[in-house]
């Protein structure tokens, strides 16, 4: 009788523990729900980003970049586009993110997808519930930790080729040690005792070698148990992408029969619940969890492109509704206009990273170079430009009042430094990085647009205005369009057949500089590094000096020695 009490009272204590974790997560995703509902458009609250958190972000781009176009790693750079990522990623989900990476690395190059994107985009921004449904659904998917699921599928083959006879051999090891004891039960126990402890060290050796791709399975098994919950919802716009879904999981319907031997939360870990203890103990005897890993295992090298498949469409599908977010989250956005001609009008256009951003607006179809000191806005204006473009042919969004312009492959080299670890100098960087433009604009496909911060600025000043001149000239043929930042006031007039001149200015008020960052039509006039230094206390001898040297050489078009002693 005290056993069956002792018993009771185990069984409620574990039924008491299972209820609390299922109860709190209940609560959890009541609350989750409650977020989602009243602050659309408001970024998740994260942890913080991990060093090296990009580059597992970058994992499904990487695996399925292709030969045609895609912002290259200069370009993205250039643009900070690693900010403009967090700044809308709207996700939930390892699937989710890692597609709006790719998405944002991938412009469109005509209006094939566009389309599709807008309807499903305007569909869960008006339809609250079924987005809030599909939401909740990417958050219990989740994230996969320090790794993408793409390192793990990549490496499946370092693991060798894994089969069950030596587990099937030690448990037949245990049936026959059991027969031995009923002849013979001192010979027979010690054998049982000699076997199970092999079993036991052999389990904990392939434990530690599976244990990493564990973490794998389990997203690959949240992928299939919650597409299989979107079917059975309205599925609204997503109905072609959850059918497919469909399809993926049940190819994968091995994989996921019996898995909780070994997908269990529980599984030693020391929990103190004295089920899963019971039950590690069979695994370390039986290797019950191995020999399911393995046929799991088989099954994923079987099936990788279903697998492929079902992160694709997860990760699409949860990119359209972070887009939408997005969008909420602006005070003012449109959707793109494209044509085929060279040019682009745009009105309003402002920068996502700026949090009280000065809007610009540009009609051109040629060239644009844009003069102006340095802090006046060149280069935050040609970024704004840059971005916009992307954000146009990747999310179908631009953040401005209205914006037109063809389909492009958009490259930039603004950002330069010197390589050290490649030995070369800013010079040797910066051309190189502007015959990748030149080269790319030789190839197949759609007009380049392209954006240069101070055009050879790593060389003298004779020998870059005169090669700044024949590059931005190349840069000027109607396959490119160009926009490019320059203090050379000299370009503005070499380049006037070529270019629309735009300029922006500040006023030096006393010892105070103001900067309106407007874009200006035609060229810099005013002319105030000079007096900057004034405004930042230098001595009133040498800002005069300056001044009259600086004259000096507008008037002769040479430098009077006489002025520097």
């Not at 393995?294 to 972070?322: C, P």
Request: charge should be neutral; hydrophobic fraction near 40%.
């Amino acid at each position: 009788m005290e056993y069956i009490v002792f018993a009771w009272v185990i069984f409620a204590i574990i039924a008491l523990i299972m209820s609390k974790g299922f109860l709190d997560e209940k609560k959890k995703r009541k609350e989750f729900i409650f977020w989602l509902r009243n602050h659309y458009g408001e970024l998740p609250k994260r942890d913080g980003y991990r060093e090296g958190e990009m580059n597992k972000i970058s994992r499904y781009f990487q695996v399925h970049k292709k030969a045609s176009f895609h912002i290259d790693d200069i370009t993205w750079n250039d643009l900070n586009m690693d900010e403009v990522f967090w700044r809308m990623n709207y996700t939930f989900s390892a699937a989710g993110e890692e597609y709006l990476y790719y998405l944002l690395r991938t412009p469109m190059q005509d209006m094939e997808r566009a389309a599709l994107l807008e309807r499903q985009i305007e569909y869960f921004m008006e339809h609250k519930e079924e987005r809030i449904a599909f939401q909740a659904f990417f958050s219990e998917i989740g994230k996969t930790g320090k790794y993408s699921i793409y390192d793990y599928l990549d490496h499946l083959d370092l693991l060798g080729e894994r089969n069950n006879r030596m587990h099937y051999a030690g448990n037949l090891a245990i049936i026959l040690s059991l027969i031995i004891m009923f002849f013979n039960v001192q010979y027979g126990t010690l054998l049982l005792v000699v076997v199970m402890g092999r079993n036991i060290i052999a389990y904990f050796k392939s434990k530690n070698e599976i244990d990493p791709y564990v973490t794998s399975f389990s997203y690959i098994l949240r992928l299939m148990q919650n597409a299989e919950k979107m079917e059975r919802m309205p599925v609204g716009a997503f109905a072609k992408e959850v059918e497919e879904l469909k399809k993926c999981r049940k190819t994968l319907g091995k994989f996921k029969a019996g898995s909780y031997i070994i997908m269990s939360a529980s599984r030693m870990s020391g929990s103190g619940n004295p089920l899963e203890i019971a039950l590690d103990y069979v695994r370390m005897v039986f290797h019950l969890d191995l020999i399911k890993f393995n046929q799991m295992l088989a099954e994923v090298q079987k099936n990788k492109a279903s697998i492929d498949r079902m992160m694709t469409l997860t990760g699409y599908m949860e990119t359209v509704i972070a887009i939408g977010a997005f969008r909420a989250s602006l005070g003012v956005y449109c959707i793109p206009r494209f044509d085929r001609r060279r040019g682009m009008k745009a009105e309003n256009l402002y920068h996502p990273l700026l949090e009280d951003p000065v809007k610009n607006s540009i009609l051109t179809e040629k060239g644009v170079l844009i003069t102006g000191s340095n802090a006046s806005g060149k280069s935050t204006f040609l970024k704004t430009v840059a971005v916009n473009a992307i954000l146009a042919q990747t999310i179908y969004t631009c953040l401005a009042d209205s914006y037109s312009a063809g389909f492009y492959r958009i490259m930039s080299s603004m950002a330069l430094r010197d390589d050290l670890s490649g030995g070369d100098s800013y010079y040797i960087v910066e051309i190189k990085s502007l015959k990748r433009i030149l080269n790319e604009i030789g190839e197949e496909g759609n007009p380049v647009l392209c954006f240069v911060d101070e055009v050879l600025r790593g060389t003298n000043t004779v020998e870059r205005i005169a090669a700044s001149t024949q590059i931005l000239k190349s840069l000027s043929k109607a396959s490119v369009l160009c926009f490019a930042a320059t203090h050379d006031i000299e370009l503005t007039h070499l380049l006037e057949k070529h270019y629309n001149n735009y300029h922006f200015e500040e006023e030096v008020m006393g010892k105070d500089i103001v900067f309106h960052y407007r874009l200006l039509k035609g060229r810099a006039v005013t002319r105030n590094a000079i007096k900057l230094l004034g405004v930042m206390g230098y001595d009133e001898e040498i800002i005069q000096e300056a001044e009259a040297l600086a004259e000096g050489f507008l008037k002769s078009g040479s430098w009077d020695e006489k002025m520097t002693c």
